[in-house]
């Protein structure tokens, strides 16, 4: 089955610098790749998600980018804020939607003030 | 959040008692999913439904049971509730339309002593 690793599991920036997140998948037949945040003591919000007929994706201070070749994507949070502090999630499915996601292990990030 | 609760939001009970777990949702999405979080594993499917009464097995789906009887419940049952069971427990729910991503609940910390 899908296999999906990211990398760092913790990440602490400086308010105001930037932070990325990386993420390898296994199956080249996956499609879709959401990324969602967790803040504590709730549930994971998606907050951008990329298909892979695309090759990057940008909403705001957040942008996603996707190498099929290499199987990874990863997550660009520029311009970080103290709100941005979370555990961050990525997946991966075949399904061209959210159906039977594959979750990497989370990266706990801390934006110091 | 596709109006998702989920009940009880703690619960501690002693390792043999069976416990069930509610998710509730709202918008009539067809699909529900089980995930349990735990440090170092991100999050992992223990069931899911594609509609009532048609569950179906997740990657981590021994020791635990699930029912939909109707659209807008999903039940999570231990038969008999073991320490390893002590996990954070996410109700998740999909319309099933290309394109739609999963939204999620906010979770139910469970302590099996």
């Known amino acids: 089955g899908e296999n999906v690793e990211q990398h760092p599991s913790t990440l602490s920036v400086q308010e105001g610098d930037s932070a990325v997140i990386k993420c390898t998948y296994s199956?080249?037949?996956?499609?879709?790749f959401p990324w969602y945040k967790q803040e504590l003591g709730k549930g994971p919000q998606l907050i951008i998600d990329?298909?892979?007929?695309?090759g990057e994706k940008k909403d705001q201070r957040i942008a996603v980018t996707l190498n099929k070749t290499a199987k990874h994507f990863s997550l660009h949070i520029t311009e970080t804020q103290p709100e941005d502090s979370a555990v961050y999630f990525c997946?991966?499915?075949?399904?061209?939607?959210?159906?039977?996601?594959?979750f990497g292990t989370g990266t706990r990030l801390a934006v110091r003030p | 959040d596709a109006g998702i609760t989920q009940s009880p939001r703690h619960k501690v009970t002693e390792t043999g008692t069976p416990v069930t777990l509610r998710c509730h949702q709202t918008?009539?999405?067809?699909?529900m999913y089980w995930y349990r979080q735990d440090p170092g594993h991100g999050l992992r499917l223990i069931h899911y439904?594609?509609?009532?009464?048609?569950?179906d097995k997740g990657e981590v789906s021994d020791g635990y049971s699930v029912s939909r009887s109707k659209t807008e419940d999903f039940l999570l049952t231990l038969e008999s509730a073991t320490s390893s069971q002590t996990s954070v427990y996410f109700c998740?729910?999909?319309?099933?339309?290309?394109?739609?991503?999963?939204?999620f609940g906010p979770g139910t910390r469970l302590l099996v002593l």
């Open positions: 997946a991966a499915s075949k399904e061209s939607s959210g159906d039977k996601l594959t």
């Open positions: 199956d080249s037949a996956s499609n879709y």
């Open positions: 990329i298909r892979s007929n695309v």
């Open positions: 918008e009539n999405h067809r699909y």
């Open positions: 439904s594609y509609g009532v009464k048609d569950t």
């Open positions: 998740a729910t999909l319309t099933g339309r290309v394109g739609e991503t999963q939204y």
